[in-house]
């Protein structure tokens, strides 16, 4: 039961911004709102914190790129995280339940980087490192430096990349831990955070 809960929601995650191109935005965005309580309520996903500093408002589609070239002029960085996911994670289920994470918190952009072997199998989990101020990309991007004492003593590399990502016929046998970043590209003033 939980487990047809999990894929409806996450075949819900993934149409939303479908429907927000077909003239449905208003229901679109009324389901949107829905979907941060369910998923806070899935046994899957788990935050081990938020970002800090600012967050925007939500948006109807993350883009993930995978280089730092691919990150357009202007754009901010607003959280440096950490993803472990289980193993025997689905590539298309993975993008879903990431780039929903990406857009609750308002962003438009989501650069990933390596990833590795976990060396615990734990369900989703979202951990945040930072940084206090949204700062424009392309001025002071300083690479994948945060979260090194818990990303270093993970296991081997693993591929979750362009090849893999959103790709339904990909299965990660592997738990893994995934850098990226959050950025919001749109110029709309970013809220406080609580």
């Not at 060396?119 to 300083?142: C, H, L, Q, T």
């Not at 990502?165 to 738990?175: E, G, I, L, R, Y």
Request: aromatic fraction near 12%.
């Amino acid at each position: 039961m939980r487990k047809n809960r999990a894929h409806g929601l996450l075949l819900t995650v993934a149409a939303l911004p479908l429907l927000a191109g077909c003239g449905v935005k208003q229901r679109a965005e009324a389901a949107w709102q829905k979907v941060p309580a369910l998923l806070d309520k899935m046994p899957f996903v788990r935050q081990e914190s938020k970002p800090s500093g600012v967050t925007y408002p939500p948006t109807l589609k993350a883009k993930a790129v995978f280089a730092p070239e691919q990150v357009p002029a202007g754009c901010k960085v607003f959280a440096h995280l950490l993803i472990w996911t289980p193993a025997g994670a689905n590539g298309h289920g993975l993008a879903g339940v990431v780039e929903k994470e990406a857009m609750r918190w308002g962003a438009d952009l989501l650069l990933l980087g390596r990833s590795r072997k976990a060396k615990e199998d734990k369900s989703m989990i979202f951990v945040y490192y930072g940084p206090e101020e949204p700062y424009n990309f392309r001025e002071r991007w300083a690479g994948w430096k945060f979260g090194y004492s818990d990303w270093v003593s993970q296991g081997g590399w693993a591929a979750a990349g362009y090849d893999e990502w959103d790709k339904k016929t990909v299965w990660h046998s592997d738990p893994l831990v995934i850098q990226a970043a959050f950025l919001r590209c749109q110029d709309i003033p970013p809220h406080e955070q609580p």
